[in-house]
């Protein structure tokens, strides 16, 4: 089923968007300054940190906004999340809720808050079915991040059942595309295999040294394709149940 973007959806809209300066987040932003919204505030950490409540309601209190996404996250690559699990589970796990509980708090009209497919079981078949999400634990170096992602599915089903709340959970799948990052610290694994290639090329390698074992398959998707899942969902998807953004076949 296509969708005509609502553009009348975005008349005189205030938009919220955490992490707006990130890999996806400039894809949405873009997204969203295409559909004509009134104003669009896209602060950095350095303006407001999320993971303080005080400073979420500063952010709210200096915005009002009619609409929130919710991309902001702390991530990292594999090598990130073996070294500080600790920090990636707290800081998503904060910035999550007291966004989506000030958005209740303030009676925004809409919050999307967006998760990850590392939320999944580890052995979940591919591609990811929204019925599989409760069905296993995470592949382990990504469980912290995974399950503080996960843990804003249950907020946004709580405060939708206590407070009719009209916030949604989406999943996007392994981006790629435009302003993604590098760094092998952070790199998602489309970017590290592309920086690991010209390495080799430079230095002279004949191989590339990869995490795992060559066997895993993923399901990519490119990031605009997925900020476009983003708005159309705030236009149209208004349901407690968690959506997957994927191109719905896998690579190996």
């Known amino acids: 089923m296509e969708f005509v973007p609502d553009t ?3 008349n005189d809209r205030k938009v919220l968007i955490t992490g707006g300066r990130g890999f996806l987040g400039q894809a949405v932003v873009d997204q969203v300054c295409a559909r004509g919204a009134r104003e669009l505030f896209t602060p950095s950490s350095a303006d407001y940190d999320l993971r303080d409540r005080e400073a979420v309601r500063q952010l709210f209190a200096d915005t009002t906004p009619d609409l929130v996404i919710h991309l902001a996250a702390r991530v990292g690559g594999i090598g990130a ?7 990636l589970y707290l800081d998503n796990l904060l910035m999550g809720t007291y966004v989506l509980d000030e958005a209740h708090l303030q009676d925004t009209p809409k919050t999307v808050m967006v998760g990850t497919i590392c939320s999944y079981p580890k052995f979940t078949p591919v591609p990811f ?6 069905q296993g634990y995470p592949e382990e170096t990504n469980a912290p991040y995974g399950i503080a992602k996960l843990a804003q599915l249950v907020q946004v089903q709580a405060n939708r059942a206590q407070y009719g709340q009209d916030a949604i959970y989406l999943m996007p799948t392994n981006l790629y595309g435009p302003r993604d990052k590098f760094h092998p610290a952070v790199s998602h694994v489309i970017p590290a295999l592309i920086k690991k290639a010209v390495d080799a090329k430079e230095s002279g390698a004949d191989h590339l040294e990869v995490w795992g074992t060559g066997s895993a398959s993923r399901e990519f998707l490119f990031v605009d394709d997925a900020a476009q899942g983003i708005v159309l969902a705030a236009e149209f998807y208004n349901d407690d149940q968690p959506v997957n953004l994927g191109a719905d076949r896998e690579l190996p």
Not at 81 to 87: H, T, V
Not at 129 to 134: A, V
């Open 81 to 87: 999340n073996m070294e500080r699990p600790a920090e």
């Open 129 to 134: 079915s929204e019925d599989s999400l409760w």
């Open 8 to 10: 009348a959806f975005w």
